[in-house]
């Protein structure tokens, strides 16, 4: 059975800020404790039940994905054994597959996301104005359609309970600066164009992700938190994509699907998911974690 964790528990470390999924303390002056939760979110909004074991297979995939692209961008992950961190007395076997030793950064203060097909927010941003972020795309595409080239699409960062937006790439410019701006741009079209290839000749398409990036004293640049995940990712069967239409999915799309159906108005408190949409999304993550990175967890 997998574990489960909601709420990680670490006396003795500072706790400096439990996100959407993620718990964050810190170590030291330069490094810190990153533990995936099982929590689950859309909508920008934590829902109140767990998906069993989504931690530990976003970590495993985490980790696969930053072990496959340190050629293109470095990350956040440190070679530390997590029992020599974890207070003692705790449970290793309850974090090991969920936990990594990382770089302490400066966060890059937007969300990078890359996108090859025009779903979701794209979608609706497209439908309604012609642009995407500010970018003119080609008149007459249609839902779940590939886009010409891969585009740079950043949004803000919201606050828990609070909703992204999607901004301009001039809007990045001013927040970061334009040499930053210009860097986090290249490394998210550099990563998605790898990982989107890989993918690829597994049967699965990438339609979009989201990156995030620090970078440390001297300024160099990393991507961290997680990466190309069912939580951060749109991943579709190539074999059942459709234009035109929301294509099935491994990722949380299952979920937001299901919400769209429910009288909620998508802020919090989020309304309890059913067993059965549990069960089944947790079965999509595993099938995203066994064919694209050959990973299964019990």
Same mark, same amino acid.
């Given at each position: 059975?997998?574990?489960?964790?909601?709420?990680?528990?670490?006396?003795?470390?500072?706790?400096?800020?439990?996100?959407?999924?993620?718990?964050?303390?810190?170590?030291?002056?330069?490094?810190?404790?990153?533990?995936?939760?099982?929590?689950?979110?859309?909508?920008?909004?934590?829902?109140?039940?767990?998906?069993?074991?989504?931690?530990?297979?976003?970590?495993?995939?985490?980790?696969?994905?930053?072990?496959?692209?340190?050629?293109?961008?470095?990350?956040?992950?440190?070679?530390?054994?997590?029992?020599?961190?974890?207070?003692?007395?705790?449970?290793?076997?309850?974090?090991?597959?969920?936990?990594?030793?990382?770089?302490?950064?400066?966060?890059?203060?937007?969300?990078?996301?890359?996108?090859?097909?025009?779903?979701?927010?794209?979608?609706?941003?497209?439908?309604?104005?012609?642009?995407?972020?500010?970018?003119?795309?080609?008149?007459?595409?249609?839902?779940?359609?590939?886009?010409?080239?891969?585009?740079?699409?950043?949004?803000?960062?919201?606050?828990?309970?609070?909703?992204?937006?999607?901004?301009?790439?001039?809007?990045?410019?001013?927040?970061?600066?334009?040499?930053?701006?210009?860097?986090?741009? #290249?490394?998210?079209? /550099?990563?998605?164009?790898?990982?989107? %290839?890989? +993918?690829?000749? @597994?049967?699965?398409? &990438?339609?979009?992700?989201?990156?995030?990036?620090?970078?440390?004293?001297?300024?160099?640049?990393?991507?961290?938190?997680?990466?190309?995940?069912?939580?951060?990712?749109?991943?579709?069967?190539?074999?059942?994509?459709?234009?035109?239409?929301?294509?099935?999915?491994?990722?949380?799309?299952?979920?937001?699907?299901?919400?769209?159906?429910?009288?909620?108005?998508?802020?919090?408190?989020?309304?309890?998911?059913? #067993?059965?949409?549990? /069960?089944?999304?947790?079965?999509?993550? %595993?099938? +995203?974690?066994? @064919?694209?990175?050959? &990973?299964?967890?019990?």
């Amino acid at each position: 059975m997998p574990t489960i964790l909601p709420q990680s528990n670490l006396p003795g470390l500072e706790l400096i800020h439990r996100g959407k999924v993620r718990d964050v303390y810190a170590l030291d002056d330069d490094r810190l404790l990153m533990v995936a939760t099982d929590r689950l979110s859309a909508f920008d909004v934590v829902l109140p039940n767990p998906i069993p074991g989504k931690g530990e297979m976003l970590t495993q995939m985490s980790n696969f994905w930053f072990g496959k692209t340190a050629h293109l961008v470095p990350n956040h992950l440190l070679d530390v054994p997590l029992a020599d961190v974890l207070p003692p007395g705790t449970d290793l076997a309850l974090y090991e597959k969920r936990a990594v030793v990382t770089r302490r950064l400066k966060p890059v203060p937007v969300e990078c996301i890359a996108r090859g097909y025009l779903i979701g927010s794209g979608w609706k941003d497209y439908r309604a104005t012609g642009t995407l972020c500010g970018i003119a795309l080609p008149a007459g595409l249609q839902q779940a359609q590939q886009l010409p080239e891969p585009i740079f699409t950043p949004s803000t960062k919201a606050a828990v309970g609070d909703h992204d937006e999607n901004v301009s790439f001039d809007a990045v410019i001013d927040a970061v600066g334009s040499e930053l701006a210009g860097q986090v741009r #290249d490394a998210t079209l /550099a990563i998605y164009r790898w990982a989107a %290839a890989y +993918a690829a000749e @597994r049967g699965i398409i &990438i339609a979009d992700t989201k990156f995030e990036f620090g970078t440390d004293a001297s300024g160099k640049l990393y991507v961290m938190d997680e990466m190309l995940t069912p939580d951060s990712s749109r991943f579709w069967p190539a074999d059942e994509y459709r234009v035109g239409i929301s294509p099935p999915s491994y990722d949380k799309q299952f979920v937001r699907d299901w919400l769209e159906t429910q009288d909620w108005n998508k802020t919090a408190p989020g309304p309890v998911i059913p #067993d059965d949409v549990i /069960a089944r999304t947790a079965a999509k993550y %595993a099938e +995203a974690l066994q @064919r694209l990175a050959g &990973i299964r967890l019990d």
